[in-house]
C-alpha cells in the first residue's frame, strides 16, 4: 500500500530533525526555571572547569572554591550566553576570572600579614612550570580582566582568536589586540626577575 504523500514529507521531516546537543537542552531547560537541570551542567563541566582554576591556584582547596565561584557567576549570566556550544569555553573564561581575583585577594592579605621588616624580602623560587610560574601567575593576576580572559584562553586553553571572540562577544582583531597588549605588559612586568635571574647566572 503507497504511503500518503503527506505522511512521507512528515517522515522525512522527523527523520532530518537535527540533534540537539545536551549543553543546549541542559541550558534550555535551566533557563525555563528547571533547577534540577544546574547540576546536570555542573557533572558537565565541574572537572574541565577545575582543571582550568587549578592550572593558575595549584592548589586544590583553592582551585575547587574557583569551581564553585564559577557556577554561582555563571548563573545569573546565562541568558547572555548567545552561543551556547561554546559554554564550556565561557565557564573556562569565568573560571581564569575567578581564580585570578582570588589570587589578588590572596596576595593582598598575605602583604597585611607580612611584617614590614620583611615585605620586601626576595620572592620565593618560581615553579619550573614555564607557563605558571609564580612571579608569572602574580604578573597575570595585576592585567586587567580583559587582558586576562583573552591571554589565559589563548595561552592555556589553547582557543582560537575566533573562538574567544565567539565566546566573549568581540571582533577577532580585539582578541588579537588585548593578546598583545597582555603579552606586552608581561614582558614589563617580568623584567625585573629575568634581569635578575641573568646577574645570577
Known sequence: ??????????????????????????????RRGDTAAIGLLYERHAE????TAWRILRNRSDAEQATQD????ALPSLHQLRD?????AWLC?????????????????????????QADAAPAAPSPDPLLGDHLRQAIATLSSKLQIVLVMYEIEG??????????????????????????QLRQLLA?????ENSNG
Open 1 to 30: 500500500m503507497a504511503v500518503p504523500v503527506l505522511i512521507k514529507a512528515d517522515i522525512g521531516a522527523h527523520l532530518h530533525q537535527p540533534e540537539v546537543s545536551p549543553d543546549v537542552a541542559i541550558v534550555a531547560r535551566i
Open 48 to 51: 574541565r572547569v577545575y582543571e
Open 70 to 73: 564559577v557556577f554561582i557567576r
Open 84 to 88: 551556547v556550544s561554546t559554554i564550556g
Open 93 to 117: 573564561a569565568i573560571a581564569a576570572r575567578a581564580a585570578y581575583d582570588l589570587l589578588r585577594v590572596q596576595k593582598r592579605d598575605a602583604r597585611r600579614l607580612v611584617p614590614l621588616d
Open 159 to 184: 582557543h582560537s582568536h575566533a573562538e574567544i571572540a565567539s565566546v566573549l562577544g568581540i571582533p577577532e582583531a580585539t582578541s588579537k589586540t588585548r593578546l598583545s597588549q597582555a603579552r606586552a
Open 192 to 196: 625585573p626577575y629575568a634581569k635578575t
